[in-house]
């Protein structure tokens, strides 16, 4: 079973006045970062930062504090890595958001530097949450001189959303002062209530995004000031009378209006970041796994399941899991090429929630390429010549074809009714035995290619037969082998149907396959296989 990784892990890398250098911290809250780095009454940006964070909905932090030196920029992002500053999160196993807060107040990292944490950000699948430069006061601060939004062209823009203005704080060090300060952090904890309420598929953006613990943004903008700041993929704050200030946008700095990108929102980008992990975390269980179709079909049973219960929890647009999503792993994916290198190619499509357009990613894990006898790279997966069932340690066999197989299956059981008779003259019982009763046999994690077989098991399981007529009954032969391929031993079971048949739904419509989640099998007795196969 796939599950979700989670989504709003933010890393902080920044200066503090004291606290393990180069260490990912996790933290979970402003009383936990305290003890550990430092109180907030200091100059630290990072110590703001990370108290926005959690003031405005987050709840788990990772903190790197960078080492004090002569070139504060280098240590920050350093430009070797070398697993100090930001590459020092390469020890954490997971973050999803990344924010680096100015050294200074009113300093600014270098576009280099920015541009050097989103490309991490990109291998790490996380996403870069941009501050305002500081010299930015007012919207054509953006479009013109040394600091203008085009200084930002090379940073990896799918993976990074800017915004403007900065915010307004109580100044901690001075009652009664007030201070401009950079945005991430709240942002970042925007983001990461947005999540727990309503689900990375959700814009952190509107009247629900409103940002908590600040005085306001640094500069008012207008309806049309924010339309054309939009259009050049830059996110307002703005403030709204009984709302507050509020989060005015959702686009990555991809979102330019003339970008066609799949990649324009935030929503839309970091749902195929979750789904990437979650898919590659989850489906690592293939490597030396033998590279053919019963090994598809298994991938497309499990991944789409996992997209079928995002599905009903609501990420997706459409109102069938057809129009929502599909899952693709097969020949078509998987060449012959790429089973010789021992990979497997698993892509997975999904119509986000804005826009409706299908978006595609692509996953790769490793399987092996060694079959049983010849290798799978010598081998046409379509071949009718060649057994589909071949990986799987459960299969069925009838009319002297295999046509399913199974991962998973529950034990042989049999009782005998039992009834007690008392002997005339005598304290003495006898227990003859009366009717036996044999237990369903339940196989899981299984796939059929037989649409006869297909058809038999859904006339049973769908309950649509006429007054007066029974389930159609088959004996059937089950094989077990060992993880090997070898044979170990085979049962007939006698007059058997199917009483439940589950397979996840709509799992690729061009599929010849069909994914066995659970099918039950009712049974009128069973005994050990010495003849031939049926």
């Known amino acids: 079973m796939i599950e979700g990784v989670p989504t709003s892990i933010t890393a902080f890398v920044g200066f503090a006045p004291e606290g393990p250098v180069d260490e990912p911290t996790h933290v979970s ?38 080492a004090n030196g002569n070139d504060k920029d280098e240590a920050l992002v350093p430009s070797a890595r070398n697993g100090t500053g930001v590459f020092a999160l390469d020890k954490a196993d997971l973050f999803n958001v990344l924010c680096l807060p100015p050294i200074a107040r009113d300093g600014d990292l270098p576009p280099s530097a920015l541009t050097a944490a989103s490309i991490y950000c990109a291998e790490r699948r996380a996403f870069l949450i941009v501050d305002p430069h500081s010299s930015w006061r007012v919207p054509s601060d953006l479009t013109s001189g040394p600091h203008a939004l ?22 901690p060090l001075r009652t009664g002062a007030t201070v ?49 700041l939009e259009s050049l993929g830059v996110n307002c704050l703005r403030t709204f009378p009984g709302v507050g200030t509020v989060v005015w946008g959702a686009r990555t ?24 992990e979650s898919l590659y975390r989850g489906t690592k ?39 929502a999503y599909f899952v693709k792993c097969d020949a078509d994916t998987t060449t012959k090429a790429d089973i010789s ?11 986000p929630l804005k826009p409706a357009e299908f978006v595609l990613i692509k996953i790769q894990q490793i399987a092996t390429s060694a079959g049983l006898g010849a290798s799978t790279s010598e081998r046409d997966p379509n071949d009718q010549g060649a057994n589909p069932y071949a990986s799987f340690r459960f299969r069925i066999t009838w009319q002297g074809r295999h046509v ?22 005598t304290p003495s019982q006898r227990k003859p035995p009366q009717r036996t009763k044999y237990e369903a046999i339940t196989l899981e994690r299984g796939v059929t290619h037989d649409p006869d077989f297909e058809r038999w098991a859904n006339k049973g399981s769908r309950g649509k037969l006429l007054p007066g007529t029974n389930p159609p009954r088959r004996t059937l032969l089950i094989e077990e082998h060992a ?43 069973w005994e050990r296989d010495v003849g031939p196969d049926l």
């Open 180 to 228: 401009s300060a950079a945005l991430s952090g709240a942002v970042a904890g925007v983001i990461a209530r947005t999540d727990a309420e309503r689900g990375v598929w959700r814009a952190p953006a509107g009247e629900a995004a409103a940002l908590r613990g600040i005085l306001g943004p640094s500069a008012p903008l207008t309806d049309e000031e924010c339309a054309a």
């Open 150 to 171: 085009e200084t930002y062209a090379s940073i990896v823009r799918e993976n990074a959303a800017i915004y403007f203005p900065r915010i307004k704080k109580a100044d």
């Open 29 to 66: 809250g402003v009383a936990d970062y305290a003890r550990t780095f430092g109180g907030g009454r200091s100059e630290s940006t990072l110590s703001l930062a990370v108290e926005d964070y959690f003031l405005n909905g987050g709840n788990e932090a990772i903190v790197v504090r960078a």
């Open 404 to 425: 399913a197989g199974a991962n998973k299956l529950s034990g042989f059981k049999r009782t005998a009714e039992v009834v007690k008779h008392n002997l005339s003259h």
């Open 285 to 323: 269980w293939v490597v030396f796994e033998e590279n053919d179709e019963p090994l598809w079909a298994q991938i497309r049973l499990e991944v789409g399941a996992f997209m079928h219960d995002l599905f009903q929890k609501g990420a997706f647009q459409g109102s069938t899991p057809n129009q």
């Open 483 to 525: 993880e090997d391929g070898g044979f170990v031993q085979a049962y007939r079971v006698l007059h058997a149907w199917v009483s439940e048949f589950q397979a996840v739904p709509d799992l690729d419509a061009n599929a010849n396959a069909v994914a066995i989640e659970t099918m039950k099998l009712e049974h009128e007795g």
């Open 253 to 276: 700095m991809e979102g330019a209006g003339s970008s066609a990108s799949e990649w324009k929102y935030i929503p839309v980008r970091r749902t195929a970041l979750f789904l990437e």
């Open 341 to 351: 290198r021992g990979i497997v190619n698993i892509v997975v499509g999904f119509a």
